[in-house]
């Protein structure tokens, strides 16, 4: 088993890790980028990583305001309950269509198995479960 696989089993994904990374985001927020972010990050597409940090700032502030406001936590869940919903779905489903199958080959389709599932999780995993197929 690949070790990040392995990793994956062991450490599965945790709500914080479900919403863009948090801790970076106040510095991206100021279009400050690590050694390795410029090596990667084209000159011309910077600006990009701070505006879209402004935005998701944003949306941050305006779903907690709104949750001030009305005294509920619903508005919340907009945010985070779906991407904590979906990202422990995202991990059986993948498990289940790439484990045990060849890595770092270029035919996708020795990497991948059809999966059948039932119409709601068709649904919410967008039909992805038949990537062989396609």
């Known amino acids: 088993m690949h070790c990040c696989r392995a990793a994956t089993i062991i450490n599965p994904p945790r709500p ?3 919403i863009p990374d948090r801790r970076r ?3 991206q927020i100021v279009a400050l980028h690590t050694a390795e972010e410029r090596e ?3 000159e011309i597409e910077r600006w990009k990583v701070g505006l879209v940090a402004r ?3 944003a949306v941050f502030c305006v779903v907690i305001g709104w949750s001030i406001a009305i005294g ?5 869940m907009f945010v985070g ?3 904590f919903c979906g990202a422990w779905l995202h991990l059986v ?3 289940t269509q790439h484990a045990g199958l060849a890595e770092d080959v270029l035919d996708h389709r020795l990497n991948t198995r059809t999966v059948y599932l039932n119409p709601i999780f068709r649904f919410i995993y967008w039909n992805m479960n038949y990537t062989r197929i396609q």
């Not at 509920?72 to 919340?76: K, Q």
């Open 25 to 27: 985001l106040p510095i």
């Open 16 to 18: 914080s890790k479900c």
């Open 72 to 76: 509920s936590i619903l508005p919340l």
């Open 93 to 95: 489903f993948n498990l």
């Open 81 to 83: 309950l779906p991407s």
């Open 40 to 42: 990667y990050i084209p």
């Open 55 to 57: 935005i998701w700032c």
